[in-house]
């Protein structure tokens, strides 16, 4: 072989081979710049504010901005389908939760499927809602609560969030775990739920700690259980609704992270990294305890354990949104 044709052929080479390297080394890089973190609500609220607290801290690990987008519309579907749509490359990720990634894609139609088009990064939190109930109701837990609509078909009000909320689709449960029936009447939100509560307007409801905790700790209201397998730190002396004698009665809408379908293993690992870390905070999880939010155990923090339990919640809770026909929009 001769000496010309030696050095074509090396340079030849190398020039296949140059590709490569600028895409290993951007692979190495990542995060090379800011992140996106898209929130499908409004700014201010206790969703927006816990994702810019997780936010602040993946920023802190991963030596990049990860800001927070607020993109709101259509339950949330807009938000979600921007990320669903971008490209896989760990800088647009999805802060959602139990309304969009369960219960938009059991009473809406989507343009993007909730589980194949997304690659899970982390759950965050859960927070249990409690059973309550008006401070004059003539039953004192659980089992009384329930002996005492099932003597009463009908004739009991139960104050929801609105159609597909917590309160909503945990009261449909109830009604399905215990048997019992009673009117759902839709207020806009949990708040304007608690002065009716607490005058007697209507007889119960499902409501978050927040909302529920200071009526029950000034004596205006009844709590009956926490609607989770274990009590919730800000309330320990209220038992379970399995130790209530309602078993499985769950409801605890959760937060999670999500990236676009086909983004890179490595890349999601970095990604779950920071929210591992973050969460890890004693700072962090004392600022999420203010607001009611629990954080699971670390091996509730994998990718792989969000993509099982988002799948669980999808099994359980699209039979029973789509048997009660609850409609988004």
């Given at each position: 072989?001769?000496?010309?044709?030696?050095?074509?052929?090396?340079?030849?080479?190398?020039?296949?081979?140059?590709?490569?390297?600028?895409?290993?080394?951007?692979?190495?890089?990542?995060?090379?710049?800011?992140?996106?973190?898209?929130?499908?609500?409004?700014?201010?609220?206790?969703?927006?504010?816990?994702?810019?607290?997780?936010?602040?801290?993946m920023s802190a690990s991963l030596g990049q901005p990860v800001?927070?987008?607020?993109?709101?519309?259509?339950?949330?579907?807009?938000?979600?389908?921007?990320?669903?749509?971008?490209?896989?490359?760990?800088?647009?990720?999805?802060?959602?939760?139990?309304?969009?990634?369960?219960?938009?894609?059991?009473?809406?139609?989507?343009?993007?499927?909730?589980?194949?088009?997304?690659?899970?990064?982390?759950?965050?939190?859960?927070?249990?809602?409690?059973?309550?109930?008006?401070?004059?109701?003539?039953?004192?837990?659980?089992?009384?609560?329930?002996?005492?609509?099932?003597?009463?078909?009908?004739?009991?009000?139960?104050?929801?969030?609105?159609?597909?909320?917590?309160?909503?689709?945990?009261?449909?449960?109830?009604?399905?775990?215990?048997?019992?029936?009673?009117?759902?009447?839709?207020?806009?939100?949990?708040?304007?739920?608690?002065?009716?509560?607490?005058?007697?307007?209507?007889?119960?409801?499902?409501?978050?700690?927040?909302?529920?905790?200071?009526?029950?700790?000034?004596?205006?209201?009844?709590?009956?259980?926490?609607?989770?397998?274990?009590?919730?730190t800000n309330a320990p002396e209220v038992p379970t609704v399995?130790?209530?004698?309602?078993?499985?009665?769950?409801?605890?809408?959760w937060q999670a992270i999500w990236a676009p379908k086909g983004?890179?293993?490595?890349?999601?690992?970095?990604?779950?990294?920071?929210?591992?870390?973050?969460?890890?905070?004693?700072?962090?999880?004392?600022?999420?305890?203010?607001?009611?939010?629990?954080?699971?155990?670390?091996?509730?923090?994998?990718?792989?354990?969000?993509?099982?339990?988002?799948?669980?919640?999808?099994?359980?809770?699209?039979?029973?949104?789509?048997?009660?026909?609850?409609?988004?929009?």
């Amino acid at each position: 072989m001769t000496v010309r044709r030696r050095q074509f052929l090396h340079m030849a080479a190398s020039a296949i081979a140059l590709p490569a390297m600028p895409l290993a080394a951007q692979a190495q890089a990542f995060p090379s710049h800011l992140i996106t973190m898209i929130v499908p609500v409004s700014a201010g609220g206790a969703m927006d504010t816990l994702a810019r607290i997780v936010a602040q801290g993946m920023s802190a690990s991963l030596g990049q901005p990860v800001i927070i987008e607020n993109v709101t519309g259509a339950s949330g579907a807009i938000g979600v389908g921007r990320v669903a749509r971008a490209a896989p490359d760990g800088y647009t990720l999805s802060y959602a939760a139990f309304a969009t990634h369960v219960v938009s894609a059991a009473t809406m139609t989507l343009p993007y499927d909730v589980i194949a088009d997304f690659e899970p990064v982390a759950l965050i939190s859960a927070t249990p809602w409690l059973i309550a109930a008006k401070k004059d109701l003539p039953a004192n837990d659980l089992k009384g609560l329930v002996a005492w609509l099932k003597a009463n078909p009908d004739k009991a009000s139960l104050g929801t969030a609105g159609v597909g909320s917590p309160s909503h689709t945990g009261a449909v449960l109830l009604q399905n775990t215990t048997g019992t029936r009673f009117q759902l009447v839709p207020y806009r939100g949990t708040a304007p739920v608690i002065p009716d509560l607490v005058s007697g307007q209507i007889d119960m409801s499902i409501l978050d700690p927040v909302t529920c905790l200071p009526q029950f700790r000034a004596g205006a209201i009844k709590v009956f259980a926490v609607m989770a397998k274990s009590r919730t730190t800000n309330a320990p002396e209220v038992p379970t609704v399995d130790e209530a004698g309602a078993p499985g009665l769950h409801m605890a809408p959760w937060q999670a992270i999500w990236a676009p379908k086909g983004t890179p293993k490595d890349i999601i690992a970095r990604l779950n990294g920071a929210v591992v870390k973050t969460l890890a905070d004693p700072a962090v999880r004392a600022k999420l305890a203010e607001q009611s939010y629990e954080v699971g155990p670390r091996e509730e923090q994998t990718p792989e354990y969000l993509g099982t339990f988002h799948k669980a919640e999808t099994d359980k809770w699209w039979p029973i949104i789509k048997a009660a026909g609850i409609k988004g929009g």
